[in-house]
């Protein structure tokens, strides 16, 4: 989050931009190419590499400061800055409420625009910085009072972990490390020495025996408490205490068939996509340029349009997995560096932060957007798949909305190499299982 190492390394991919050997992948030491430029002036605001010069109540608008940017809380009477561990979600929410906006799906907000309020039944808002938001289901883990941190240990948000590779590896916690550990587990005798600090924030009595839950990585979940057979997460911002159900093979059919699948895959209620972007660079005028800390000249602009906050599409993970993506980028470019515009077909693997019930089964099944076939008609006549999009091709021949085709060669891409959409093979294996399933049962559902 200091650095946007990532951010970096995919942005200049996506711009065409080849790697070379010990680059310095840093929002600190851009240079002046059209992908560095981009991150110049629309990107680089929010990390925390970036100087604080003013503490801001307003959370949309604060920005960057360092271990600041979290821990600084209000300034009580003219006295030094108060800083807390408590770090509330307003903290996160100034970054984390843009690009893939888990801050606001997990609340229960999805970003809108003007022009779908018509095909939008819900109540809608707008946020302090003038972006419209449609009001969906919050997170389970919302709707029981859990903040960020409640999940989110210090290793996975500090860097400790910091995978060069992938952003997402450098999560520290998942959702069996609470719900299905089966991770060895510590004591205050076999306690990890870098975190020792952890021990006088334990909120209840604890004796030697006393078992302590840890994240896949060692991490203790010194706040969850093992009591008989029950597991009880102490909430780190109130002094309140809640059950934590654990899974069930009971609760999961088809377990052995499902292996691929990570629990999102099923439990996402909905993630934000935007599936038309298009961003162009002006020479002609000048722009705030976050790195120098100046307006210097050019200008990015950026116009994105079919906004949709629905069950999302499912792909592959460069390991195997099954979990939902979402349209990182499909757009065009414009920049006078460029013969023609770049244009772009990219889906990027979310964790949406909106778990709830899981989804039917005819959602992935029977659903061609879950395929990556983007909205239209899926039939089956005389055995054979057919599909019709809803919305019109692009110059890369798929329709606006689509990752990939029923006949598609290769699946489509994603923002990170060996990320793809499900292949003809997988797509049809998806449809048939479930086709034979229904035909069996006359047509009802299993």
């Not at 060669?409 to 399933?437: C, K, M």
């Amino acid at each position: 989050m200091h650095t946007g190492t990532h951010m970096v390394q995919i942005t200049r991919r996506v711009f065409g931009q080849e790697a070379t050997a010990g680059e310095n992948l840093t929002l600190q030491a851009l240079s002046q190419t059209p992908a560095d430029s981009l991150l110049r002036k629309l990107c680089a605001s929010c990390h925390l590499g970036q100087a604080k010069t003013q503490h801001r109540h307003d959370v949309s608008r604060d920005r960057g400061g360092g271990c600041l940017a979290c821990h600084l809380n209000n300034y009580p009477g003219g006295a030094h800055p108060a800083l807390s561990v408590q770090v509330e979600d307003g903290r996160c929410f100034g970054c984390h409420s843009r690009s893939s906006r888990i801050a606001l799906s997990y609340a229960g907000l999805a970003e809108a625009d003007e022009s779908s309020l018509e095909n939008t039944p819900t109540k809608v808002s707008r946020l302090a910085d003038g972006r419209l938001v449609e009001h969906r289901p919050a997170d389970v883990h919302h709707q029981v009072g859990m903040s960020c941190i409640d999940c989110h240990t210090g290793d996975g948000l500090m860097g400790t972990l910091a995978n060069t590779e992938r952003q997402d590896q450098s999560v520290d916690i998942s959702c069996s490390d609470c719900h299905d550990n089966q991770n060895p587990r510590v004591t205050l005798a076999n306690w990890p020495d870098r975190h020792r600090g952890m021990l006088d924030r334990i909120p209840f009595p604890v004796t030697a025996r006393q078992e302590f839950l840890t994240t896949g990585n060692g991490t203790p979940l010194w706040h969850i408490e093992i009591r008989n057979d029950e597991l009880l997460l102490h909430l780190k911002l109130a002094a309140d205490i809640r059950v934590i159900p654990a899974y069930t093979p009971h609760d999961h059919g088809l377990e052995d068939e499902h292996t691929r699948l990570n629990c999102n895959a099923c439990h996402a209620q909905w993630a934000p996509q935007c599936y038309a972007c298009h961003l162009s660079f002006s020479p002609d005028y000048s722009q705030w340029d976050h790195v120098e800390g100046k307006f210097t000249p050019g200008l990015w602009s950026q116009r994105q349009a079919g906004i949709h906050n629905g069950l999302p599409p499912l792909g592959v993970t460069a390991t195997g997995d099954i979990t939902p993506f979402v349209p990182g980028m499909i757009m065009s470019i414009d920049h006078p560096d460029f013969t023609v515009p770049l244009f772009r077909r990219l889906f990027g693997a979310l964790s949406p932060h909106t778990t709830g019930l899981a989804r039917a089964c005819e959602s992935c099944h029977r659903s061609p957007v879950a395929l990556g076939l983007g909205e239209g008609r899926l039939e089956n006549v005389a055995g054979q798949w057919s599909f019709r999009p809803a919305h019109q091709t692009l110059q890369d021949g798929l329709p606006a909305d689509a990752w990939t085709t029923l006949e598609a060669e290769h699946p489509g891409r994603g923002t990170y190499p060996n990320d793809r959409s499900f292949n003809v093979e997988e797509i049809g294996r998806i449809l048939n299982n479930w086709h034979q399933a229904v035909s069996s049962d006359n047509g009802e559902s299993k």
